[in-house]
């Protein structure tokens, strides 16, 4: 079984659409949440993280994420997508039960249409 | 700040053949990983180095797939002899310790092997 799902593996959007990604992960128990972004030609760069506290973690250039300890959920979240905001996004989680390694999602490749 | 150094970007070769990569972490960085990135997929934990003791190898194809971290500084990994299915992106990253997720990724070694 796979330990972290993302939803969609390729997306299409219009600048100014409102963008959710889909993330979700397997284990439970106590975990740290990533998501890390790969804009083309680029390397791979951490986009946002949640340890603990606020499940409402905002990153750069505008995203957000919500922890959903209950749905086992991370999904990465933006108002209004820009065209340079395409890229391939990797939702990624460690922790005890993942061996506390990085495993992480197959990746959802956003396209944003100018 | 300078980042993750990979050597080669691109490499070709022949089935059967042997190929080595190279990665610089970022200065001060305790743990380094080797990290497979195959078409369509995220990428994979190979080894991960703690200075220069291995902290997890186990999902590195070890008959084939070999890494180095002397002085806890540089790394390499080598495989030999390539197969097909060893077609990928080899991603070195790095991080200030272990287990806290936010790594720094080099720009990847892509790998063909024909």
């Known amino acids: 079984a796979q330990s972290v799902s993302q939803h969609n593996h390729h997306v299409i959007l219009s600048e100014a659409a409102s963008l959710e990604l889909g993330c979700n992960y397997s284990?439970?128990?106590?975990?740290?949440l990533f998501w890390y972004v790969q804009y083309p030609g680029q390397h791979l760069q951490l986009l946002l993280k949640?340890?603990?506290?606020?499940?409402l973690v905002k990153g750069i250039k505008g995203f957000e994420a919500e922890f959903i300890k209950s749905k086992f959920s991370f999904n990465l979240r933006k108002p209004s997508v820009q065209w340079s905001d395409t890229a391939e996004y990797f939702c990624?989680?460690?922790?005890?039960?993942?061996?506390?390694?990085?495993?992480f999602g197959a990746g959802t490749i956003l396209r944003v249409k100018s | 700040e300078a980042g993750v150094a990979q050597s080669p970007r691109y490499k070709i070769i022949e089935k059967r053949q042997s190929v080595a990569f190279w990665c610089n972490p970022i200065?001060?960085?305790?743990?380094l990983y080797w990290y497979q990135q195959i078409l369509g997929q995220g990428p994979k934990l190979l080894i991960q180095?703690?200075?220069?003791?291995?902290?997890?190898d186990s999902q590195l194809p070890k008959d084939r797939f070999s890494a180095e971290r002397l002085k806890g500084v540089d790394s390499t990994l080598k495989i030999q002899p390539a197969k097909l299915e060893d077609s990928a992106v080899y991603l070195c990253?790095?991080?200030?310790?272990?287990?806290?997720?936010?790594?720094?990724f080099g720009e990847g070694s892509r790998l063909t092997v024909l």
């Open positions: 949640y340890f603990s506290g606020d499940p």
């Open positions: 990253a790095s991080s200030l310790d272990r287990g806290t997720g936010e790594l720094f």
């Open positions: 200065s001060g960085h305790a743990t």
């Open positions: 284990y439970g128990g106590t975990v740290n």
């Open positions: 180095f703690q200075n220069n003791g291995v902290v997890d």
């Open positions: 990624a989680v460690n922790g005890q039960k993942y061996g506390n390694k990085l495993v």
